[in-house]
């Protein structure tokens, strides 16, 4: 065939050219040679090294950094077969920027330098943080507290989700076909969710790009490209610079499959989606803490509004083959969702844990103070009964919710992967089916005035 056809997925893979779900990325098969073999992102990144003086390589602003040149070879050959002379070049410069104090605009209106260049030779040291970019978008998000915080995190899942709905729809218009067709409908559908997943941003898009279609006019490619289109444009208004390229350059995919792109950005959002609600419970601790039930129970309805509406998440997610997936995995292998420090912080800041019941790879979080069922335990005798149900009543929502969307992740792995290790070394549909059964408040009843009653 070609050396652009993934040799990985056998006789039954993509066709030469072809784009699309259980295909190539458009970025592989429309890549200009230079890209492909990595010679302009090598020379791009010498003569913005060459420029800078003795004193480090932050003597120039980083936004003159070459991120795209860099961004686009990836992109071409994937991760893991990105251009040696580059990623050792990037190895370097990256030990002599951690040595130099960054000026002061570093990372506001492009990401960290030091960061971002962590991402690029983690070929094999990596892990799941360096595969997603988690430390990026964490360091976005501490630049900001209460609603401007809340906002921003919205923002940032809105936009994963605008460049989903765009590459995608990109891919339908460069070639057509059922699955491609299927999976850029999805992906409408999750922009059109963002009211519910990321509300403080939905609020201020409502209505920006006219009413979304509904199911009957997207079945026409056309009409789903353009209302896509419309839809991309008016979002893109709605989001700052510094996210979008944020965004864009938190996409360096390991292969050069199509549905990788799609797996990155539904990983990314899930984990915005775990950092609001983990600040939800941080927050309803605080308030119940202080005798303010209601104040907590608004917390939890935030954070439980939001797992409700995951389905169409995991509705994107439906479309990932079963043999692209293989591949993914082999490629990705010490990278899993396990070690997702901020999923483990919202387990970890309901009630106390055993560290036993974990994966050997998934991080153990020791946090400061009381859990949300410590501090509701303490509070009892203290709250009017009527608040105790209520707040019961909201926990028990939570749970649901969260458990609905671990058993949806466990029905998916078993219908993509089935019980095949996973690539963390965990027993993959079978370790999910486990610790979806785990409670996020334990000693919480289904009746009762005391937690273990």
Same mark, same amino acid.
């Given at each position: 065939?070609?050396?652009?056809?993934?040799?990985?997925?056998?006789?039954?893979?993509?066709?030469?050219?072809?784009?699309?779900?259980?295909?190539?990325?458009?970025?592989?098969?429309?890549?200009?040679?230079?890209?492909?073999?990595?010679?302009?992102?090598?020379?791009?990144?010498?003569?913005?090294?060459?420029?800078?003086?003795?004193?480090?390589?932050?003597?120039?602003?980083?936004?003159?950094?070459?991120?795209?040149?860099?961004?686009?070879?990836?992109?071409?050959?994937?991760?893991?077969?990105?251009?040696?002379?580059?990623i050792a070049k990037l190895r370097d410069l990256h030990a002599s920027v951690q040595s130099t104090a960054p000026p002061e605009d570093e990372g506001v209106s492009t990401p960290p330098l030091s960061s971002w260049l962590r991402l690029t030779f983690d070929q094999e040291d990596g892990d799941y943080h360096t595969y997603v970019g988690t430390h990026l978008y964490d360091g976005m998000r501490e630049r900001s507290e209460g609603e401007?915080?809340?906002?921003?995190? !919205?923002?940032?899942? $809105?936009?994963?989700?605008? *460049?989903? /709905? @765009?590459?995608?729809?990109?891919? +339908?218009? &460069?070639? =057509?076909?059922?699955?491609?067709?299927?999976?850029?409908?999805?992906?409408?559908?999750?922009?059109?969710?963002?009211?519910?997943?990321?509300?403080?941003?939905?609020?201020?898009?409502?209505?920006?790009?006219?009413?979304?279609a509904t199911a009957d006019v997207l079945k026409g490619d056309e009409a789903l490209t353009a209302a896509a289109s419309r839809a991309v444009s008016a979002a893109a208004d709605q989001i700052e610079q510094p996210v979008r390229r944020l965004v864009e350059a938190t996409m360096l995919p390991v292969t050069r499959l199509h549905d990788e792109q799609m797996f990155i950005r539904i990983i990314q959002i899930f984990?915005?989606?775990?950092?609001?609600?983990?600040?939800?419970?941080?927050?309803?601790?605080?308030?119940? !803490?202080?005798?303010? $039930?209601?104040?907590?129970? *608004?917390? /939890? @309805?935030?954070?439980?509004?939001? +797992?409700? &509406?995951? =389905?169409?998440?995991?509705?994107?997610?439906?479309?990932?083959?079963?043999?692209?997936?293989?591949?993914?995995?082999?490629?990705?292998?010490?990278?899993?969702?396990?070690?997702?420090?901020?999923?483990?912080?919202?387990?970890?800041?309901?009630?106390?844990?055993d560290p036993g019941s974990l994966s050997p790879q998934a991080p153990f979080l020791v946090l400061e103070g009381e859990t949300l069922q410590e501090v509701l335990e303490r509070q009892l005798s203290e709250l009017p009964s009527q608040n105790v149900t209520r707040l019961k009543e909201s926990m028990r929502r939570l749970d649901a919710?969260?458990?609905?969307?671990?058993?949806?992740?466990?029905?998916i792995t078993l219908k993509i992967i089935g019980s095949a290790p996973g690539t963390g070394g965990t027993s993959g549909a079978d370790y999910l089916q486990r610790t979806a059964e785990v409670s996020l408040f334990p000693g919480l009843s289904m009746s009762g005035n005391t937690p273990t009653s």
């Open positions: 065939m070609s050396a652009n056809v993934p040799k990985e997925l056998g006789p039954a893979g993509p066709l030469l050219g072809r784009i699309g779900v259980a295909a190539l990325s458009q970025h592989a098969v429309q890549a200009e040679f230079t890209d492909t073999v990595g010679t302009r992102a090598l020379h791009a990144v010498e003569e913005w090294c060459s420029a800078a003086d003795s004193k480090g390589s932050y003597r120039l602003r980083t936004e003159k950094f070459p991120f795209g040149d860099v961004i686009e070879h990836f992109r071409c050959v994937g991760r893991g077969d990105a251009h040696p002379a580059l401007k915080g809340d906002i921003l995190s !919205d923002t940032i899942m $809105a936009a994963l989700a605008v *460049d989903l /709905l @765009s590459t995608e729809t990109s891919a +339908l218009a &460069a070639e =057509p076909s059922r699955r491609q067709r299927t999976r850029a409908r999805a992906a409408y559908q999750l922009l059109r969710s963002m009211n519910a997943l990321a509300p403080a941003w939905g609020e201020k898009f409502e209505g920006k790009a006219g009413p979304f984990e915005g989606l775990y950092v609001h609600i983990g600040r939800c419970l941080e927050r309803a601790i605080t308030a119940l !803490d202080n005798g303010d $039930a209601e104040g907590c129970r *608004d917390e /939890l @309805s935030d954070a439980a509004n939001r +797992l409700e &509406a995951t =389905p169409a998440l995991f509705r994107v997610l439906t479309t990932m083959p079963r043999e692209a997936f293989a591949v993914i995995r082999e490629k990705t292998n010490g990278r899993s969702a396990v070690q997702s420090t901020s999923y483990r912080r919202v387990e970890s800041l309901s009630a106390p844990r919710s969260w458990h609905m969307s671990k058993r949806t992740h466990w029905g």
